[in-house]
């Protein structure tokens, strides 16, 4: 199916010379096709030899940056930017430089710190850094400084986005930059065994407290006796405790920007489940994130395609519309985009399928040029 769709078409306005855009279309078509980032296994889904193959895409990756292509992924259009990290295990990768101990202490692997636009009921990453306890031991860096490299690394590209994180970022140093840089924020707070100091403009305390089932905001804070801040909670029925978030923005409005930050969470279970993601095998980190820039292309690209596809097959149900129409509406539901595009057979006819890609298509090339007329939802 995927081998009828000309994904080079697309690839074409990520990379700029035609040799270069040549192989990376194969590349990204056989990640998608091997459904894993291993060379092995990328080389036997590439026409010819699979050990020409496997030195093709090693020099592939010597002599390009696919990071750069994935920055022009970056939606202009939408009003804010999903963060967060997902543990990546390695777990026989005892002797990779890039390779440490994960947040349990036992099993091996790294994080990885994404970031992206929301795109349905997924997110279109556009940048990203990799680190780990052991990469952090040998260099003189931290947790906190990582974080504030991609941000740096994309400051100029995410301009006055709102900047939407989760509770590992609840930190003073990272929010301080973030008003000094003026870039509005939402994050979630991490309250701990200990609530974190909050003082009002009396310079008193603030105990922040939320009824089971209300809302509840809190105005003109300073964060740590410093980051001047607006605190935001809500605790849903059925929840055993309270969501709280911290921002420069109007606290009832962050709450429901908040909530869309589950989409990013998504993307990291379809890369792990569909992509294989945690299959990653590169020995050094550079070629490793140049890799993972190829997997995080081929995701995007498989994810626009495969929502249009469950549109088309199994799209909502509109009032009126018959027990079949239902039936497909539940599917429509049930499946994602990738998922439809990677384990289900496309059931359109050629014409049907043309049409779809070229849609697509249409919508990619606005989105990397310019642009995005968003008939799509976010």
Avoid at 92 to 114: C, E, I
């Amino acid at each position: 199916m995927l081998h009828r769709m000309k994904l080079q078409e697309f690839v074409q306005h990520l990379f700029d010379q035609p040799d270069i855009t040549r192989k990376a279309g194969l590349i990204i078509q056989a990640i998608l096709e091997a459904r894993s980032p291993r060379l092995s296994d990328l080389s036997h889904k590439l026409p010819g030899k699979p050990d020409a193959n496997y030195k093709m895409v090693q020099r592939f990756l010597a002599k390009v940056d696919p990071r750069q292509a994935l920055k022009r992924l970056f939606n202009a259009e939408v009003p804010f930017v999903l963060g967060d990290v997902t543990e990546i295990e390695r777990l026989q990768a005892r002797n990779t430089s890039y390779v440490g101990v994960l947040k349990d202490g036992k099993k091996r692997g790294f994080w990885l710190l994404v970031l992206a636009t929301p795109y349905r009921g997924r997110a279109l990453p556009f940048g990203f850094v990799s680190y780990s306890s052991r990469t952090l031991q040998d260099k003189p860096s931290s947790r906190n400084l990582e974080h504030r490299r991609c941000l740096r690394l994309l400051r100029n590209l995410i301009g006055d986005k709102i900047l939407v994180l989760d509770r590992e970022f609840s930190y003073a140093t990272l929010m301080q930059a973030l008003v000094e840089e003026g870039i509005p924020f939402v994050i979630r707070l991490n309250l701990g065994s200990h609530q974190p100091r909050l003082l009002n403009d009396a310079k008193q305390p603030v105990k922040l407290h939320v009824s089971r089932g209300k809302r509840v905001a809190y105005r003109g804070l300073r964060y740590k006796d410093t980051v001047p801040v607006n605190v935001a909670g809500l605790w849903r029925k059925g929840l055993k405790e309270p969501l709280w978030v911290i921002t420069n923005l109007e606290p009832e409005d962050a709450l429901d920007i908040y909530r869309q930050r589950m989409k990013i969470e998504e993307s990291f279970k379809d890369l792990k489940s569909l992509l294989c993601i945690d299959k990653i095998m590169n020995k050094r980190q550079d070629n490793m994130e140049k890799m993972l820039a190829m997997v995080l292309l081929a995701y995007s690209l498989g994810l626009m395609l495969g929502e249009a596809f469950r549109d088309r097959m199994y799209g909502p149900l509109h009032p009126g519309e018959d027990k079949q129409a239902a039936r497909s509406s539940r599917k429509w539901r049930l499946y994602s985009g990738l998922f439809v595009l990677l384990k289900q057979k496309i059931t359109l006819s050629a014409r049907d399928i043309r049409e779809v890609v070229s849609q697509v298509l249409e919508w990619f090339i606005l989105l990397v040029h310019g642009y995005v007329r968003t008939y799509v939802r976010t």
